[in-house]
Antibody, heavy 121, light 107 residues
Framework: EVQLVESGGGLVQPGGSLRLSCAVS????????MGWVRQAPGKGLEWVSV????????YYADSVKVRFTISRDNSKNTLYLQMNSLRAEDTAVYYC??????????????WGQGTLVTVSS | DIQMTQSPSTLSASVGDRVTITCRAS??????LAWYQQKPGKAPKLLIY???SLESGVPSRFSGSGSGTEFTLTISSLQPDDLATYYC?????????FGQGTKVEIK
């Protein structure tokens, strides 16, 4: 069974940093692209970032480019999102998600339960 | 960036009704479109990929069609369990983008 479990969310002050983690199991992590999607309270889904299976290719939404960094440790089956210079508008539930196909651009077929990040003073 | 526009934003229908949601892209995305269902308090669930391919385990009452810039998600016979918000997402080019969502209510 595929499982994705996010952690690292919490309350942070504007301008602060936070690192989210996503521990996965139930599939061969190193062969799938992974990503992050967020959802502000009461709002729709916003795509945040994607990383290739090897970790060499990364892509970001304009709203987080330069401030956020996606990475992965294939030896630990873990995905990360380093978030710097956080703003109030970054407040959201952050989901990690798995691409549905190996070695190809693909939408997300498995999702974690989400972790809440609140940016407030 | 490619903008995705869904319509309607909300729809109310009766059990057994045929329901159609439209998603328009600001430029051609060929068939690189997915549909997700999100129930309140839950993570999204992939329903359709490549515009018309049904994800494994998804009921056959869900179907997708379209290519280029115009796409539809159809629920052939609405069920109470289909109460949810539905999102389209393009993965033709980065940054990937979602539509704003369509909330489906049961009359």
């Amino acid at each position: 069974e595929v499982q994705l479990v996010e952690s690292g969310g919490g309350l942070v002050q504007p301008g602060g940093s936070l690192r989210l983690s996503c521990a996965v199991s139930g599939f061969t992590f190193s062969t799938y692209g992974m990503g992050w999607v967020r959802q502000a309270p009461g709002k729709g889904l916003e795509w945040v970032s994607v990383i290739s299976s090897s970790g060499f290719a990364t892509y970001y939404a304009d709203s987080v480019k330069v401030r956020f960094t996606i990475s992965r440790d294939n030896s630990k089956n873990t995905l990360y999102l380093q978030m710097n210079s956080l703003r109030a508008e970054d407040t959201a539930v952050y989901y990690c998600a798995k691409a549905r196909a190996v070695g190809a651009t693909a939408p997300f077929d498995s999702w974690g339960q989400g972790t809440l990040v609140t940016v407030s003073s | 960036d490619i903008q995705m526009t869904q319509s309607p934003s909300t729809l109310s229908a009766s059990v057994g009704d045929r329901v159609t949601i439209t998603c328009r892209a600001s430029q051609s995305i060929r068939s690189w479109l997915a549909w997700y269902q999100q129930k309140p308090g839950k993570a999204p669930k992939l329903l359709i990929y490549m515009a018309s391919s049904l994800e494994s385990g998804v009921p056959s009452r869900f179907s997708g069609s379209g290519s280029g810039t115009e796409f539809t998600l159809t629920i052939s016979s609405l069920q109470p369990d289909d109460l949810a918000t539905y999102y389209c997402q393009q993965y033709n080019s980065y940054p990937w983008t979602f539509g704003q969502g369509t909330k489906v209510e049961i009359k």
